[in-house]
Structures are given as C-alpha cells and as structure tokens.
Nanobody, 116 residues
Framework: QVQLVESGGGLVQPGGSLRLSCAASGNIFNIYAMGWYRQAPGKQRELVTAITIGGTTTYADSVKGRFTISRDNAKNTVFLQMNSLKPEDTAVYYC??????????WGQGTQVTVSS
C-alpha cells in the first residue's frame, strides 16, 4: 500500500499562484509515476500532469506553460507549482501514484479555487 498526503490548496485570485505538495509513504519502491489529476463540479477527473521515475513529464494542454511538476526524491514528495491561475482551474486536485501493471493510489484531494 501507498499513502499519499496532499497539501497546499486554497483560494487565490485570477493570475495568482499556488503550490501543491504530495508526500508518499508506505510501499513506494514500485511507484513508476506520480502525478496530479483534477475534478471540477459536474466534470470527469482529468490528468493535469505527471512525472515518471525517470523524470519524464507530461502536461495537459490547458496547463502547459503555467504549471510545473517537480519532485524531491529524498522526501518522496512531488510538487505542483501553478502560476497564472484561471477560474477554469478551479477543481479538487488529487495526487496519484501509479505502480505497474495496474495499481493506482490516490490522495484525499485538495480544493483549489480561483476567484476574485
């Protein structure tokens, strides 16, 4: 089992920034990738960004150039730096860890609200 604990959500004005953190613990040795998903009210959960154990990253088109994923291997933590936030970024953000071939672990979610 892998436990994921997120932090860093909140309310921010359009154009502002937030930094999310996700700390992993437990059986982390088989994790291949970690990432962030988000789910807005009435919408499906979608991939925002992910980073593999080799450092390969992927981003949704809607956040490219604004969001950056990074990790601290020593602390088993991934970060999501979100800049130039827009109201449409409002959602619950979930940390995800993937262990092949088919194990997905999820954090409890953290609310991000972008509003003036």
């Amino acid at each position: 089992q892998v436990q994921l604990v997120e932090s860093g959500g909140g309310l921010v004005q359009p154009g502002g920034s937030l930094r999310l953190s996700c700390a992993a613990s437990g059986n982390i040795f088989n994790i291949y990738a970690m990432g962030w998903y988000r789910q807005a009210p009435g919408k499906q959960r979608e991939l925002v960004t992910a980073i593999t154990i080799g450092g390969t990253t992927t981003y949704a088109d809607s956040v490219k150039g604004r969001f950056t994923i990074s990790r601290d291997n020593a602390k088993n933590t991934v970060f999501l730096q979100m800049n130039s936030l827009k109201p449409e970024d409002t959602a619950v953000y979930y940390c995800n860890a993937y262990s092949p071939p088919s194990l997905d672990y999820w954090g409890q979610g953290t609310q991000v609200t972008v509003s003036s």
